[in-house]
Nanobody, 116 residues
């Protein structure tokens, strides 16, 4: 079982920044995909940003140009830098790492609240 521990969420004013971290209990070097999702109240969980198996990055249209995703293999950590935050970015953010077909892991989620 792989544990993912997220941190970095909080309350920020619109236009501000936050950086989320996700530390995995297993090396992320062998992961085939990893990324961040979010779920706002009353809405479905949606992809925010992720690394594909080929190392490419994909972003939701709503965060392009504002969010960046990065990784530090030595620290088994995935990051989400969020700039120019908007109230509509308010959600619980979840880290996801996939090692294989039956090895799909989620963090516990971290709350991000953006006030107007």
């Amino acid at each position: 079982q792989v544990q993912l521990v997220e941190s970095g969420g909080g309350l920020v004013q619109a236009g501000g920044s936050l950086k989320l971290s996700c530390v995995a209990s297993r090396s992320i070097s062998s992961a085939i995909a990893m990324g961040w999702y979010r779920q706002a109240p009353g809405k479905q969980r949606e992809l925010v940003a992720h690394f594909t198996s080929g190392g490419e990055t994909n972003f939701a249209d709503s965060v392009k140009g504002r969010f960046t995703i990065s990784r530090d293999n030595a620290k088994n950590t995935v990051y989400l830098q969020m700039n120019s935050l908007k109230p509509e970015d308010t959600a619980v953010y979840y880290c996801n790492i996939v090692y294989g077909f039956s090895s799909n892991y989620w963090g516990q989620g971290t709350q991000v609240t953006v006030s107007s």
